[in-house]
């Protein structure tokens, strides 16, 4: 059995040296690949099969399969060296066979960054944006999982946009979308109010308007699963800046954009203060409206907690 003997030898210096261990792999490119059930892949073969083992052990992405220049060109990888007697495009039929594997074992940011290299543009935006989904409302501490997410999501969008992809059109969406909400929540947690706000306003997910709300209703049936999992906290969010201002201009003595004198002026800042509050109130009761006519079924107390700071602002 040479092929046994083969990878029983490599085993004692794969991860030290996957360099040497391509070389010796290689010799087993004419061998067919059994799966787990002990059957023969149809277009697999033994060297394919090693080589992904190899990466993912020996964690040398770069070295082995290349990686992705800022331009968008590719860096060759060793890998690239061995075209002949393998047919056309090996280097991304393993490059996919290693991605493929790389996810199945849940190791997904490697899985990203392997379909990225392997031009497989619709896998990866949807991989990006299910892990995003995930943590896109927890604040950003540095070198933390979001912040590495976010960080390769401005990356491959600005790579994307410079020399185009091939993801549909409502996967890369979503994916620019939950950019600009990861965004908000930035805003939100540093407490710039005012930003977190115009954010809302500019995703236009949910309605800050009465007269918005069947508008925002009907986007929502039109979201992926992926951003609508962030639309519960993207409201407790938005209700709370929404409570926070409305206590600080109750609490003001009078209307800082007055610069009148006099009575009057008192008049006219209280009436603009008045007129503020009711603002806030009018878009308190829209966020609540939304809650309860989206088909979906809101975590926990969140319903309770957003009727909660409502009725303090009434």
Not at 21 to 28: I, M, P, S, V
Not at 62 to 80: F, H, N, T, V, W
Not at 191 to 196: E, M
Not at 243 to 264: C, H, N, Q, R
Request: proline share 4%.
């Amino acid at each position: 059995n040479v092929a046994r003997l083969v990878m029983l030898y490599v085993r004692k210096f794969k991860v030290t040296d996957p360099r040497e261990a391509l070389h010796y792999f290689y010799f087993l490119r004419s061998m067919k690949a059994p799966t787990p059930h002990g059957e023969v892949e149809k277009d697999g073969n033994l060297f394919t099969s090693c080589v992904s083992e190899l990466v993912l052990e020996s964690r040398q992405f770069d070295l082995l399969l290349g990686r992705i220049l800022e331009d968008g060109s590719k860096a060759p990888g060793l890998i690239d060296k061995f075209g002949g007697g393998l047919g056309d495009n090996l280097s991304q039929k393993i490059i996919s066979v290693v991605a493929k594997d790389s996810e199945a074992k849940g190791m997904f940011e490697d899985s990203i960054r392997l379909y990225d290299l392997a031009n497989n543009h619709e896998k990866v935006i949807e991989l990006v944006n299910k892990l995003r989904a995930q943590v896109v409302s927890e604040p950003s501490v540095p070198e933390s999982r979001r912040c590495r997410l976010q960080r390769h999501a401005v990356e491959i969008a600005c790579r994307y946009r410079s020399i185009g992809h091939t993801a549909s059109h409502d996967a890369t969406a979503a994916f620019f979308l939950l950019l600009d909400l990861m965004t908000f929540f930035d805003a939100f947690h540093a407490q710039l109010f005012k930003d977190a706000l115009e954010i809302v306003s500019k995703v236009q997910i949910i309605p800050l308007q009465e007269n918005m709300i069947d508008t925002m209703v009907a986007t929502f049936r039109l979201l992926t699963d992926e951003v609508r999992r962030t639309i519960p906290d993207l409201l407790l969010s938005t209700m709370n800046i929404l409570s926070v201002k409305y206590k600080e201009s109750k609490d003001s003595s009078s209307d800082p954009l007055s610069t009148g004198t006099g009575s009057f002026a008192s008049k006219s800042a209280d009436g603009g203060k008045y007129k503020y509050l009711e603002e806030l109130r009018d878009q308190a009761r829209a966020l609540i409206t939304f809650a309860g006519m989206i088909p979906y079924r809101m975590p926990g107390d969140t319903n309770a907690r957003l009727v909660q700071m409502e009725v303090l602002m009434n």
